[in-house]
Nanobody, 129 residues
């Protein structure tokens, strides 16, 4: 069965950094688009970043561009999200997801979370002084 398990969340001060991990199993994540989404209390789920399988190209939401970096390790069947210079507005539950019908990230994939096929349960990131 396809499974995605996130880890690495926690409490960090503004300006700090965290590295989130997404461990995939039941399928080879290297063949497909992988993405990170987040959802804060009272807000809609929003796309954060996406990484392609075909050419390893990446996409980022404007609000995290320059601060976050997505990467993948095919040998470990895992995806990562390095988050730097964290802000209070970054606090949210972060979810790993995949689109098993695509190998190339497109802008619309971060706009519409319903396009993803499988989701992890999420990991909580808290940014506070």
């Amino acid at each position: 069965q396809v499974r995605l398990v996130e880890s690495g969340g926690g409490l960090v001060q503004p300006g700090g950094s965290l590295r989130l991990s997404c461990q995939a199993s039941g399928f080879n994540s290297d063949y497909f688009v992988m993405a990170w989404f987040r959802q804060a209390p009272g807000s809609e789920r929003e796309g954060v970043s996406c990484i392609s399988s075909t050419d390893r190209s990446t996409l980022y939401a404007d609000v995290v561009k320059g601060r976050f970096t997505i990467s993948r390790d095919s040998a470990k069947n895992a995806v990562y999200l390095e988050m730097n210079n964290l802000k209070p507005e970054d606090a949210a539950v972060y979810y790993c997801a995949t689109d098993t019908e695509a190998g190339l990230c497109r802008d619309y994939m971060l706009k519409y979370s319903s396009g993803m096929d499988y989701w992890g349960k999420g990991t909580l990131v808290t940014v506070s002084s």
